[in-house]
């Protein structure tokens, strides 16, 4: 399945910034970077996310937001960005809904694939990369950028 070229589906959820964020909330005048991890607190997402949110200046620069997202409660995403520094906001799939509807749900390991998703201003997904293994993180920030960049 892939969602390239496709209106992305919207969703809400609840987010460490205190208040729900709506995907289409962002339509006609930010970019949104959807970044779908694993797990909270596990090696491979220790280094991605800190490095996303070290970027989050350029991502902003280029017009752009970067959200992640995976099946963690707040609580435990709040924990997790205060040990790592990780500024960005992070959103809780708790039922891996959104996991599912991008395609990205590994039911049964109750998790998400680690994936990056790119909309345009209009809604449209223009970048999907989902990693073969969950481990796997070959699409780093500065690829990502240089696509939001080319839009």
């Known amino acids: 399945m892939t969602l390239l070229g496709q209106p992305a589906p919207d969703f809400t959820l609840p987010s460490t910034g205190g208040e729900p964020v709506t995907l289409s909330s962002y339509r006609g005048h930010r970019t949104v970077v959807l970044v779908f991890y694993p797990m909270d607190f596990s090696p491979v997402c220790s280094m991605q996310l800190p490095e996303y949110s070290g970027r989050q200046d350029d991502f902003g620069d280029a017009g752009a937001v970067v959200l992640g997202i995976n099946r963690d409660s707040v609580y435990t995403h709040r924990a997790w960005a205060a040990e790592y520094g990780i500024e960005l906001p992070l959103l809780a799939d708790m039922t891996l809904t959104v996991a599912r509807d991008y395609g990205v749900a590994i039911d049964e390991r109750g998790i998400t694939q680690r994936a990056v998703f790119i909309i345009d201003k209009e809604g449209v997904v223009r970048y999907e990369a989902i990693e073969a293994k969950t ?17």
Do not use: F
Not at 135 to 151: F, H, I, K, N, S
């Open 135 to 151: 481990g796997d993180y070959t699409v780093r920030p500065e690829q990502v950028l240089e696509r939001v960049r080319a839009l």
